[in-house]
Every structure is written in C-alpha cells, then in structure tokens.
C-alpha cells in the first residue's frame, strides 16, 4: 500500500513546503485540502494550476486527492452543490489528482430516505462529469453517513464507477460499525482509506498514529488478508484543534507505525 497523509495537519503551508515534508519522511503522496483559505483552491487561475501540477511532477510525490467540503445530501438547490462538485472536478484534473472527496452533511431532521436519494441523485449528476475529467469522486464516512452501511445506501443507486466511497476509520468506529462489516460494505466503491487516532469518542482530538483507542490495527488487517492495495492517507486535524502536537514532527514515527502495521498483517 501507498503511504499519504493529508495538509488537514499542516493548514495554510505552502505547497513546496508540503512536498518537502512528504519527501523527508517518506511519504508517497500528499491529499490537499481544497479550501479557499488554503493555498490550493477551485479559485486557482490556469497558471497556478499549472505551476502546482509541475511541482507535483518535479518531486515525484503522487497528488492522491482533493478534500473538498460540497455537502451532497444537504438541503437547497441541487445546482450550487453540482456547480461546487465540478469545479473540484476541474482542478484536480488540471492538477493531476485521481479523487475528489465530497462529504455527506444530511439535515438530522429529513428522512433518512430523503437524503440518501438527494445525495444519490445529485452525485450520479455528477458522475458523467467525473468520468468526462478521469477523476473519481469519493463519499466519505462522516457527518451523517458515518458507516459503511450508511454510505451504501446512497452509493447503491447512483450505480457508477466513478463515484465511490472514502473510508473514514474513525467515523465509521464512531458508529460502532466494525472494521470487517466497515470494509465488506465499501470494497466495491473504495478509493481510499483516510486513518487517524483519538483518545475517545468523546475526544476527537488528534494523536500520533497508535497512541488513541481506533482500531487500526483492526483495518489495516482486513484490508490485507482481502489484498486490498490502494492508500492509506493520515488525516490529522491541526486545524480544529490547535492544541495539538505540530504533524511534522510526528510524521515520520507516523510513516513507521503503518509500515509495522503492514508488516504485521502481511
């Protein structure tokens, strides 16, 4: 398996800096959260497009994906959700990047059938566009659709090859979904695996990879005894908590701890 980690842990740093960090510790990719307050954003005009993609290619660090926060079962209009959905498209082709992510962000208060065939309906909109671009729109565990089981209810319908599924693994804990039951659902959608460690449920806050309570030995086990072979990519949230030790100084014992993981269930 291929090794990321997402700037999720490092906000605002310049993308040179980002591919710096990959390449000293080891790293073969880097996911991009695609955020107007970050450096790479759908508002990028053609030459920073470009310049970002050369970079990519200069150090030979892969762009896994985009995370983008277009909520597909939220409520409103269909066509602000499609619009935001393809300009994501657009710049990762432009950047060279196979995946977009989309969260679910269902309104509590709809029925659950509801959100799930808005979602569905909206990302099979989409699904010609990503297909048009070569970019794979992946729903993630989250928000709403926390499990695997959730996720396939919209994914079922839309049917489509290139919208699939990103497996959040502690959101899908969080939903008391077990790491097999997580991966029986989603292998046939999966894009990628977004890891992570918390102390609790009740404290989300992000710690170095084996030192919290998620059961990643659990996941990384299943996806390799099904020879499951795509990207692990570490999402550490700085940003939402400010307290937390700086990623770059986790990154490498980070790296290491997924390497032994593999190891151990190869």
Same mark, same amino acid.
């Given at each position: 398996?291929?090794?990321a980690? /997402?700037?999720?842990?490092?906000?605002?740093?310049?993308?040179?800096?980002?591919?710096a960090l990959?390449?000293a510790?080891? %790293?073969h990719?880097?996911?991009?959260?695609?955020?107007?307050e970050?450096?790479?954003?759908?508002?990028? /005009?053609?030459?920073e497009?470009?310049?970002?993609?050369? #970079?990519?290619?200069?150090?030979?660090?892969?762009l &896994?994906?985009?995370?983008g %926060?277009? @909520?597909?079962a939220?409520?409103?209009?269909?066509?602000?959700v499609?619009?935001?959905? !393809?300009?994501? &498209?657009?710049?990762?082709?432009?950047?060279g990047?196979?995946?977009?992510?989309?969260?679910?962000?269902?309104?509590?208060?709809?029925?659950?059938?509801e959100?799930?065939?808005?979602?569905? !309906?909206r990302?099979g909109?989409?699904?010609?566009?990503?297909?048009?671009?070569?970019?794979?729109? &992946?729903?993630?565990?989250?928000?709403?659709h926390?499990?695997?089981?959730?996720?396939?209810? +919209?994914?079922g $319908? +839309?049917? @489509?090859?290139q919208?699939? *599924? #990103?497996?959040?693994v502690?959101?899908t804990?969080?939903?008391?979904?077990? =790491?097999v039951d997580s991966? *029986?659902a989603?292998?046939?959608h &999966?894009? %990628?695996?977004? +890891?992570?460690?918390?102390?609790?449920?009740?404290? /989300?806050? $992000? #710690? =170095?990879?084996?030192?919290?309570?998620?059961?990643?030995?659990?996941?990384?086990d299943?996806?390799?005894?099904?020879?499951?072979d795509?990207?692990l990519?570490?999402? %550490?949230?700085?940003?939402?908590?400010?307290?937390?030790?700086?990623?770059p100084?986790?990154l490498?014992?980070?790296?290491?701890?997924? +390497? !032994? #993981?593999?190891?151990?269930?190869?």
């Amino acid at each position: 398996m291929k090794l990321a980690f /997402s700037t999720l842990g490092v906000p605002g740093l310049p993308v040179p800096d980002v591919l710096a960090l990959a390449t000293a510790h080891g %790293y073969h990719g880097v996911e991009l959260r695609a955020h107007p307050e970050e450096p790479v954003h759908p508002g990028l /005009s053609p030459a920073e497009r470009a310049e970002t993609a050369a #970079l990519f290619k200069a150090t030979g660090i892969e762009l &896994l994906g985009l995370a983008g %926060y277009t @909520h597909v079962a939220a409520p409103g209009d269909d066509a602000p959700v499609l619009d935001d959905i !393809r300009l994501l &498209l657009q710049l990762a082709h432009d950047l060279g990047a196979p995946f977009v992510r989309v969260l679910p962000g269902a309104d509590p208060d709809r029925p659950r059938e509801e959100s799930d065939a808005l979602a569905a !309906r909206r990302l099979g909109a989409a699904a010609e566009d990503a297909a048009a671009l070569g970019v794979r729109i &992946l729903l993630e565990t989250h928000d709403s659709h926390r499990t695997g089981a959730d996720v396939i209810r +919209v994914l079922g $319908p +839309v049917g @489509h090859r290139q919208v699939g *599924a #990103l497996w959040d693994v502690m959101h899908t804990w969080l939903g008391g979904e077990q =790491p097999v039951d997580s991966y *029986a659902a989603l292998a046939p959608h &999966l894009g %990628y695996v977004q +890891v992570k460690d918390i102390a609790s449920a009740e404290d /989300s806050g $992000p #710690l =170095p990879l084996g030192a919290g309570v998620l059961p990643l030995t659990e996941c990384v086990d299943v996806l390799c005894r099904n020879g499951w072979d795509g990207w692990l990519c570490w999402e %550490y949230d700085k940003r939402g908590h400010e307290s937390a030790a700086p990623l770059p100084d986790l990154l490498t014992a980070g790296r290491e701890h997924l +390497v !032994r #993981l593999l190891g151990e269930a190869a």
